[in-house]
């Protein structure tokens, strides 16, 4: 197999308040919620943590101090920093951490979610092959009313999302391609795209799909939860215990 030309940066979105978990979070950051024993974070920097990943950089909201603490406390391989506190969305908290990565190609995704089973070699093998813009991994789950559904063409380029849309819980069981909220890019023209961005994901998506360079990598051994209500959360957690 040639060898992997691609090092990356991993920038994880650190900062989300949690508000429909509020129940349960007690004012602690969700990011820090633990699943047995193991915080959200932990499981998305354990989908960075191998060889080709050189440095994680943590975007984070208000009140980073405890995200600070726990980071100080592991002892992982990648070199783990946090950029300044960005409250003004999740592009503009791009735009901040991206500033630290020391390298061309980087990681955006979203710190508050599991991912189970993903392969980043086959990712980023993938995205070298395809010359890409950016390559957003997906899997293949139901309940799709919780989910950006994707549609993609044959050269797996995507061509239509649907974010959560309600048509969808009429047939809960049906199954489609979903965003895990992992995605791979060049440095260079997320800089150029991300100031024009308003706040969220669908303006970051949108842009780079405007480029017709916004390929699909799915990856359908993968498992993912959302973790964004206390039903994801208990489906998470019971899933977490069997692993």
């Known amino acids: 197999m040639p060898t992997l030309n691609t090092q990356v940066t991993g920038i994880i979105l650190a900062g989300g308040k949690g508000s429909r978990l509020k129940c349960l979070l007690h004012g602690q950051q969700k990011v820090l919620y633990r699943i047995h024993g193991k915080p959200l974070l932990q499981f998305t ?8 990943v050189s440095r994680i950089v943590l975007a984070t909201g208000r009140n980073s101090e405890d995200i600070s603490e ?3 406390d592991l002892h992982i391989k990648p070199d783990i920093v946090l950029a300044p506190p960005n409250e003004q969305g999740i592009a503009p908290a791009f735009t901040s951490a991206i500033q630290l990565a020391n390298t061309d190609t980087v990681i955006l995704c979203n710190g508050d979610e599991i991912r189970i089973g993903l392969d980043l070699e086959q990712v980023l093998r993938f995205h070298e092959s395809h010359n890409a813009i950016a390559t957003m ?3 293949r789950e139901n309940k799709l009313f919780r989910h950006r559904v994707l549609e993609i063409d044959r050269h797996n380029i995507l061509v239509k999302s649907q974010l959560k849309h309600p048509q969808y819980k009429t047939t809960p069981l049906a199954t489609g391609l979903v965003n895990v909220g992992f995605i791979v890019a060049q440095k260079d023209f997320l800089l150029k ?3 024009s961005c308003e706040t969220g994901w669908n303006d970051i998506i949108k842009k780079l799909m405007q480029t017709k360079r ?4 799915p990856q359908e051994s993968l498992r993912y939860f959302n973790v964004g209500t206390t039903d994801e959360l208990a489906e ?3 899933f977490v215990a069997n692993y």
């Open 236 to 238: 998470a957690t019971s």
């Open 137 to 139: 991994v997906a899997t």
């Open 70 to 72: 726990w980071v100080n």
């Open 214 to 217: 916004l390929y699909v990598f």
């Open 193 to 195: 795209i991300l100031p």
């Open 45 to 52: 920097i354990e989908n960075l943590e191998q060889n080709i």
